[in-house]
């Protein structure tokens, strides 16, 4: 039942009826007074076609601490669906669950972009301004963070750069920080980190159904090793983000893999829209 009533939360067309997400109560979440209730989350839409990756979706679920600050890394190449990942976790800790007052997510691209967007945060929060400097904001926001007596998530997204976190983390309070990054050392903020690697073979081709439409089957090549199929979580919905190592180096899924494949699917040289090259060698990318 919470499944259904987070999709119907989820719904584009909701949004657009509602003039924004709705915001749903639950027993387990602490009342917000004045404008923080409005306030109270901050994420782009989840990806619909997420497949797998349940382990990690436990990991990052048990590691939430009631009292200790919790700091987390999703650490792998690009594209291989941390941010994918981390969307799923926390729509599902916030809508599903409610298990946390505040998720605020934030794109750690580069530092000043960050730090803007946190100063903007907290005047929206406390109502007092904070100048020009948009690292004063930002670190008045992480003190906040670190007092405030609420349960709260907060998502660094592609936080690739040396020193692009610096000062912005909070080291206290009632919550968990999630990064997404290709870098997988965190020292100064003692981050455990969790390496992402493809998908398993039956998760990455469900996601391949799931995208196409198309019925397939494994092993799709019979070179693919046992452990993984190679480049599957390239597919893991990576959000839009990431590189693609293979693109212009293209070749169609063999007939075998396909079942009932739409008329001219294959000619082409792909199995989809969008979605499905696979390059000599076996590694699944998505077409540019």
Excluded at 57 to 75: C, E, F, I, N, S
Excluded at 101 to 117: I, P
Excluded at 120 to 134: I, K, N, W
């Amino acid at each position: 039942m919470a499944r259904r009533i987070e999709a119907v939360a989820d719904h584009p067309g909701l949004h657009e009826a509602m003039g924004g997400r709705m915001v749903l109560g639950g027993r387990g979440r602490r009342e917000l007074g004045g404008g923080l209730r409005d306030l109270r989350v901050r994420l782009p839409d989840r990806v619909h076609t997420f497949t797998g990756r349940a382990e990690e979706l436990a990991w990052l679920r048990q590691a939430l601490g009631d009292t200790v600050v919790v700091t987390q890394a999703l650490a792998g190449m690009g594209g291989i669906g941390k941010t994918a990942l981390a969307l799923e976790y926390a729509h599902s800790l916030f809508y599903g669950e409610h298990a946390a007052d505040l998720v605020w997510w934030f794109s750690a691209a580069d530092r000043l972009s960050l730090t803007t967007a946190r100063a903007a945060l907290y005047e929206q929060v406390t109502g007092s301004p904070t100048g020009q400097d948009s690292v004063v904001g930002a670190e008045r926001l992480r003190n906040w963070l670190e007092e405030c007596p609420y349960r709260w998530l907060m998502v660094f997204d592609n936080a690739d750069g040396a020193g692009v976190l610096d000062g912005l983390v909070p080291l206290a309070g009632m919550g968990q920080v999630l990064i997404t990054s290709r870098r997988s050392e965190w020292p100064r903020l003692a981050a455990t980190v969790r390496s992402l690697g493809v998908l398993a073979p039956d998760d990455a081709v469900a996601l391949l159904q799931t995208i196409t439409g198309l019925e397939l089957r494994i092993p799709l090549f019979p070179q693919d090793p046992p452990g993984g199929l190679p480049g599957g979580g390239l597919l893991n919905g990576g959000a839009g983000g990431g590189p693609r190592p293979f693109a212009g180096h293209r070749q169609p899924l063999p007939e075998a893999a396909l079942r009932g494949a739409p008329r001219g699917t294959a000619s082409d040289g792909g199995v989809g829209s969008g979605v499905g090259w696979f390059p000599r060698g076996s590694r699944a990318c998505a077409a540019p």
